[in-house]
Nanobody
Framework: QVQLAEFGGDSVQSGGSLRLSCTASGFTRYCMAWWRQAPGKEREAVAA???????FYATPVKGRFTISQDNAKNTLYLQMNSLKPEDTAKYYC????????????????????WGRGTQVTVSS
């Protein structure tokens, strides 16, 4: 059974940095993504990376967040810099296995596996 586990959430001040990680294994062709959900808001896609290494970013995080993967460690990362209070949310990693890669990366129902999330809180 596939299990995803996120780590690295914390409370930081505005302008600070955090690195989230997610352990996931067992996939050959895939899209792996970070999503977030703030209280009272819908879940939104943050960034994605496919098994070919192509990356995708949501407009609010471009230039501040970097998604990467270490295949040897079966780990997905999200480096978050210049954090803002509006980045406060619970962050989830998700995997869409299969040959379509990240064609629908902003569609939550495309993802078959989800982690339980890790909380990121950014104070002003």
């Amino acid at each position: 059974q596939v299990q995803l586990a996120e780590f690295g959430g914390d409370s930081v001040q505005s302008g600070g940095s955090l690195r989230l990680s997610c352990t996931a294994s067992g996939f050959t062709r895939y899209c792996m993504a970070w999503w977030r959900q703030a209280p009272g808001k819908e879940r939104e896609a943050v960034a994605a990376i496919d098994s070919d290494g192509e990356t995708f970013y949501a407009t609010p995080v471009k230039g501040r967040f970097t998604i990467s993967q270490d295949n040897a460690k079966n780990t997905l990362y999200l480096q978050m810099n210049s954090l803002k209070p509006e980045d406060t949310a619970k962050y989830y990693c998700a995997v869409d296995p299969g040959p379509m890669l990240c064609r629908g990366w902003t569609l939550p129902y495309d993802y078959k596996y989800w982690g339980r999330g890790t909380q990121v809180t950014v104070s002003s």
